[in-house]
């Protein structure tokens, strides 16, 4: 199989995929379907330099899941690129922070006008703090089937 014909990638527990970005940007290849565990600079560049793209699915953890700059990057511009045929989107972040379904985002969502599944953590904007119980919230719009992952607040 020719690398240019890859259609899916999953890319799990990799320390540094910045040449994978770097050489598939080189080379044209654009997949319909992405995994990351991991989302960096180089995978964010990837995803800007073509549109196309039919399901994501993004894990993020750790010192990504406080990155404001890289998720508005993210939703504003790489979302955006890929919102005339994005099918599936699964987002979980492992902590409440800018990579949750929130009112920052929900702009760009609502322009993946293909969109049947999406998945991520709700963050209530307005919920109390000192909730201390795990909760689950469901959102649905435009017959989607959505759900959204328990979050403890504390």
């Excluded at 598939?24 to 565990?37: C, P, R, T, V, Y």
Aim: charged residues 20%.
């Amino acid at each position: 199989m020719e690398l240019d014909q890859v259609a899916t990638l999953g890319i799990v527990d990799i320390a540094s995929s910045h040449e994978i970005w770097k050489n598939f940007i080189g080379s044209g290849i654009h997949l319909q379907e992405l995994k990351l565990d991991l989302i960096t600079t180089s995978s964010v560049d990837y995803l800007l330099s073509y549109s196309g793209l039919k399901k994501l699915r993004l894990t993020v953890t750790g010192l990504e899941s406080d990155n404001r700059e890289r998720a508005d990057l993210f939703f504003n511009k790489c979302l955006v690129n890929h919102a005339d045929t994005l099918e599936e989107l699964i987002l979980i972040a492992c902590e409440e922070g800018p990579w949750n379904f929130c009112s920052n985002n929900s702009r760009s969502i609502a322009k993946c006008t293909k969109l049947k599944f999406l998945a991520m953590n709700l963050f209530l904007e307005t919920s109390p703090r000192h909730w201390d119980f795990c909760y689950a919230d469901v959102v649905v719009s435009r017959s989607l089937t959505m759900f959204c992952c328990p979050i403890t607040l504390s």
